[in-house]
């Protein structure tokens, strides 16, 4: 069983940045494939970021690349993205999911075992 707690969503102005982070329990978060999607009002789940076990691969989607960064510190077992430049259409819940049995990642949601809670992210315009 592998639980994932998410945090630093917020209120931020159009241009600003934040970071959010997801803690994950299990002694062997190095090898779970990991992602970040996030869900608009209204929208169905969309992938946004995702990363390999080690962290050394990573994938972003088009609308963000550039912009957001996924990274991971497996010593404390913690996924983050950083969000920079953040737009008004950013706006959503942001959940972090894992693979638990896959160390590579996936833009699918379907692939994922795991989910967080979510934190919500409000970009004003």
């Known amino acids: 069983q592998v639980q994932l707690v998410e945090s630093g969503g917020g209120l931020v102005q159009a241009g600003g940045s934040l970071r959010l982070s997801c803690a994950a329990s299990g002694r062997t978060f190095s090898s779970y494939g990991m992602g970040w999607f996030r869900q608009a009002p209204g929208k169905e789940r969309e992938f946004v970021a995702t990363?390999?076990?080690?962290?050394?691969?990573?994938y972003y989607a088009g609308s963000v690349k550039g912009r957001f960064t996924i990274s991971r510190d497996n010593a404390k077992n913690t996924l983050y993205l950083q969000m920079n430049s953040l737009k008004s259409e950013d706006t959503a819940v942001y959940y972090c999911?894992?693979?638990?049995?896959?160390?590579?990642?996936?833009?699918?949601?379907?692939?994922?075992?795991?989910w967080g809670q979510g934190t919500q992210v409000t970009v004003s315009s």
């Open positions: 999911a894992a693979r638990s049995r896959y160390i590579l990642g996936s833009s699918y949601a379907v692939d994922y075992d795991y």
């Open positions: 990363s390999t076990g080690s962290g050394g691969s990573t």
